[in-house]
T-cell receptor
């Protein structure tokens, strides 16, 4: 398996523009997570899906952020309009249903977003 | 709100030395995971501990889950330059089987 795939790896855009980040989870995994990582705030969970349904979006910072998962093999995170404070590395992760009360997440390589 | 604090935040030591990093919380977790992240990559899972007092070893790395399931430690023996990276602990809560909370991270640098 190729692992979690994210695109683009790097994105530079200007304030006010729309940004769309893409993720392909590992085949067969039921959960998909979107995280944001910055030096100041560390790794923050934005939203996660189970079987393509959003379960918890309490980490989504504002209405400018939206995420979709139209099918089991694809998800997008959109920022519209983007602002300089959105600059961060965005990670997608997936996991399969695990026994017990925990799961093991597999992360993609991340998208480094810079908003000028 | 469940929070995980890691210490130290930064650690730079000489190759061959031993070190311990800590992950502490006031909350109880059903499981505790340790991830390592290298520059330009996503975190990679090292180990999961689920039983209070549990100790797991991965070559030169020893992981322990506190008896009360509120804390964990990672001990590295005879550190190597390849151990350099960001170490993240992550706690799984009883309220959600899926959501995990990441700690603030310990950035480890091993000097040759």
């Amino acid at each position: 398996d190729a692992g979690v795939i994210q695109s683009p790896r790097h994105e530079v855009t200007e304030m006010g523009q729309e940004v769309t980040l893409r993720c392909k989870p590992i085949s067969g995994h039921d959960y998909l997570f979107w995280y944001r990582q910055t030096m100041m705030r560390g790794l923050e969970l934005l939203i996660y899906f189970n079987n393509n349904v959003p379960i918890d979006d309490s980490g989504m910072p504002e209405d400018r952020f939206s995420a979709k998962m139209p099918n089991a093999s694809f998800s997008t995170l959109k920022i519209q309009p983007s602002e300089p404070r959105d600059s961060a590395v965005y990670f997608c992760a997936s996991s399969e249903v695990a026994s017990g009360d925990y799961n093991e997440q597999f992360f993609g390589p991340g998208t480094r977003l810079t908003v000028l | 709100t469940q929070l995980l604090e890691q210490s130290p935040q930064f650690l730079s030591i000489q190759e061959g030395e031993n070190l311990t990093v800590y992950c502490n919380s006031s909350s109880v977790f059903s499981s505790l995971q340790w991830y390592r992240q290298e520059p330009g990559e996503g975190p990679v899972l090292l180990v999961t501990v689920v039983t209070g007092g549990e100790v797991k070893k991965l070559k030169r790395l020893t992981f322990q889950f506190g008896d009360a399931r509120k804390d964990s430690s990672l001990h590295i023996t005879a550190a190597q330059t390849g151990d350099t990276g960001l170490y993240l602990c992550a706690g799984g809560g009883y309220s959600s089987a899926s959501k995990i909370i990441f700690g603030s991270g310990t950035r480890l640098s091993i000097r040759p």
